[in-house]
Every structure is written in C-alpha cells, then in structure tokens.
C-alpha cells in the first residue's frame, strides 16, 4: 500500500486492535480518546488481547470508553497512527445481507427482495486495514463490495426491532469481497454463496470500531437504527459506489429483529449490512479505500 494521510475515527471514542505477530494474533487493544491514540495493555493487562469479553461487559462502550479515558495517560499514549490489526480476528460468526439497496440488486439485474436476504462468509476471509487481499487463481471475476458493518456486545434472541439496537456494541467498515463468477455459477445451479464469499482475504474489516450511537447526531438512535450517512468505495482514488447508508431497504433494527429470529446472537457477531450500486472487478495492483462519513477509512491492496 503507498502512504497516504493519517486518518482518525469520527467521534471521541473509538477502539481497535494493534498489529500483532500475524492475522490471528494482532497486538493488544486500544483506544482513541479525544485525539491521541493508546494502548489498553498497560491497564488492562492480558485483558487486552480478547475484545469480545470487553464487549460483553460494556468495557467497550461509549461509557465504558469513557471510564478508561480516565486511567490514560503518558504510559499509555501512542505516537502517532498505531499500525492496526483486525478488530475481532475471531468473531463468533460473520453474517452479511444480500441485495440490501434496491440499485445494487437492479446492478445485478435481480428484484429487490421483500424480505432480509441473509449469508454468512467464513472467519478466515477476515483480513485487517492495510492487507493485501489475493485474488484466488481460476476464481474469474473478483469484486469489490463496500458495506457498514455492525459489531454485536449483547447476546440477542427473537428480538423484536425496537429493541435490536441495545445489542449492537458498535460499528466498522467492510469490504465484502466476492467472486462474481463463480458466485453466478453457483446460483444458476441453487448452490449457495459460501465458496465465492469466503476465499482468506475476502472480507478486509476495520480499522477500529466506533461505539453505535456515535453515527447518529446527538447520539441518539432512532426507531429503525440505521444512521444515514455517505457509504463511498474508492479504487486507486476514483470513485466506484457513492450512496448512503439510509438507503437500505431493510433498516438496522429490522435486519437485526430478522437474523435473532434464527440464530441467536452473540457478543463479538460481525452483521455486514449489504453494499449499494456500483461494484466492480479488482485487478492486481489496485489499491482499495471503503469510506464511511463519521466513521472512517479501511483501505486495503489486491495482487
């Protein structure tokens, strides 16, 4: 990846993940607190080498970032933008929803669908900010899907929508990278999605992740949960999707209602909530940037 400027998360508060010794053991937890960057070890200890228990007891919150805040100081302050290692490098699950914006689905020359349409991609497509995602030899087609991405804190079950946002712990950004041809195969023969959403690499996700109520104004969530902000994806700086995130057919608290109706959800869940009009192929060289305002940059290389 060539340089480029520094970026900072969009709010106050923000927590991430430092890189490590490799993909599945990045270095330990940070935050960042009214712009400086710092290192949880010190306070925290062994703690910060596991995110989704801190998620589950509200360590992660906005009030629980703002609790630690406190205890920083010049033994914890990093100098400058940490290098960052994957958020979750083993969430739970990862669950994505297809078709979620009514221009993506008519793009790929389908309906939009009346209901959630749900999938999941494997834990090992995770690849952190600033990797190089492969593309797989005799895959074809390899495409670039720019998406929010919810991060789950609360165990969840048959939730109804007005009460889906209290477990969502918090929000990053996604590239739900796909294997376009081999995912039009395995469609026309009723297959599913997994193989052509799942290749190591395919799902580059972070750099930190903001708590929820952060994306919208005054921090408070509305009744559907879905924050309304511009969703872009860059590729070698041009502009390939420029959306909104208010623009999905199904809101945050409905596709939250909807999976708890089938899986019961589980502190450290990634939920990729669709990606609008706009996707096309990556080539070998291409530099990535998915941009989410209020939120943040994850950028990522293909050879």
Excluded at 225 to 233: I, K, Y
Aim: charged share 25%; hydrophobic share 40%.
């Amino acid at each position: 990846m060539t340089a480029s400027k520094r970026r900072q998360p969009g709010a106050d508060f923000a927590w991430f993940r430092s890189a490590g010794r490799d993909l599945w053991h990045p270095g330990p937890l940070g935050i960042w607190a009214r712009g400086e960057w710092h290192s949880l070890e010190p306070l925290l200890g062994e703690r910060a080498f596991d995110a989704i228990p801190l998620l589950a007891d509200g360590s992660l919150s906005l009030a629980g970032l703002e609790a630690l805040s406190q205890e920083l100081g010049t033994a914890t302050r990093l100098d400058g933008e940490p290098s960052f290692g994957l958020p979750l490098p083993q969430p739970r699950k990862i669950l994505c929803i297809a078709k979620n914006y009514e221009a993506h689905a008519k793009e790929l020359g389908s309906k939009a669908p009346k209901e959630p349409k749900c999938f999941a991609k494997l834990c090992e497509a995770l690849a952190p900010d600033g990797a190089v995602v492969e593309r797989p030899t005799g895959a074809g087609r390899v495409d670039y899907e720019g998406e929010l991405c919810l991060v789950i804190a609360k165990r969840g079950k048959h939730l109804s929508e007005a009460a889906a946002a209290s477990v969502i712990g918090g929000a990053t950004l996604m590239n739900d990278v796909t294997a376009r041809e081999m995912q039009k195969r395995d469609r026309e023969q009723g297959y599913p999605w997994l193989r052509s959403k799942s290749f190591d690499g395919f799902a580059p996700c972070g750099p930190w992740v903001q708590p929820f109520a952060s994306l919208f104004p005054g921090g408070e969530i509305p009744a559907d949960a879905t924050p309304d902000l511009a969703l872009q994806t860059r590729v070698n700086g041009v502009l390939r999707q420029d959306s909104r995130t208010g623009l999905m057919l199904h809101s945050v608290a409905r596709l939250i209602s909807y999976l708890s109706q089938h899986t019961t959800l589980m502190p450290g869940d990634l939920i990729a909530t669709g990606t609008p009009e706009g996707v096309g192929p990556l080539q070998s060289g291409d530099e990535v940037e998915v941009h989410i305002e209020g939120l943040g940059c994850l950028r990522h290389g293909v050879r």
